[in-house]
């Protein structure tokens, strides 16, 4: 269970951390001239949820978890390109990664290697998330790759107008890590 209460402020005016000659200008009825914006909120509220929940069975050679579970790979922290899972809020204190509704999948097929399955059910099977890593640990180092199709959404505001865009793109991943331990 995960329970956050701010205190003091929570509802901030981002125009007031612009510098002036990036505020948009806005219309303010019809047949007015543009103005600047002189507001646009942003609220950090208090919650409660529950922050995972999960089954998990074991074997010899595998670990399958169902569920709301804490899926977070590479060592990246706010920037982490092969974590399509946890997208990170640079504006939130917390660092809080919120846990995924998904089916796991560990295969332990020999001494030191992994692979990892994972799949993350979304409105259409074409936007269901598909990742996968295959993992080599030697001494204090590992090596893995990832393979990743998910559906990636983009969101902005159109200049001068301010007015608000999303898209969708399919996208494609692969990528590469390598983890050590200096000391």
């Known amino acids: 269970m995960n329970v956050r209460q701010f205190w ?4 901030f005016n981002l125009v007031n951390y612009l510098p002036e000659h990036l505020i ?18 942003y609220v950090v509220q208090d919650t409660f ?12 050679t ?3 978890t169902l569920g709301k ?7 990246g922290y706010v920037w982490n390109p092969t974590d399509i899972f946890n997208v990170k809020d640079i504006m939130d204190p ?11 999948l ?28 295959i993992r080599q640990t030697m001494a204090a180092m590992d090596l893995s790759l ?8 983009e969101s902005g505001f159109a200049p001068v107008t301010f007015i608000p865009w999303e898209l969708s793109f399919k996208r494609f991943m692969t990528g590469a890590a390598l983890s050590a331990d200096i000391a």
């Not at 990832?146 to 959404?153: E, L």
């Open 8 to 11: 003091g402020q929570t509802t």
């Open 62 to 64: 595998f670990r399958l």
């Open 24 to 41: 948009p200008l806005v219309p303010v009825s019809e047949d007015a001239p543009l103005q600047p914006l002189n507001h646009f909120p």
């Open 146 to 153: 990832s393979i990743a199709r998910f559906t990636w959404s």
């Open 106 to 133: 560990d295969l332990y097929p020999a001494n030191g290697n992994s692979v990892f399955l994972a799949v993350q059910p979304q409105n259409t099977l074409e936007s269901t998330m598909l990742y996968t890593r």
């Open 49 to 60: 949820y529950i922050d995972n929940m999960y089954l998990q069975l074991y074997g010899k």
């Open 94 to 104: 917390s660092y809080e990664q919120t846990c995924v509704k998904a089916v796991g």
């Open 69 to 75: 579970q804490p899926i977070s790979p590479g060592t």
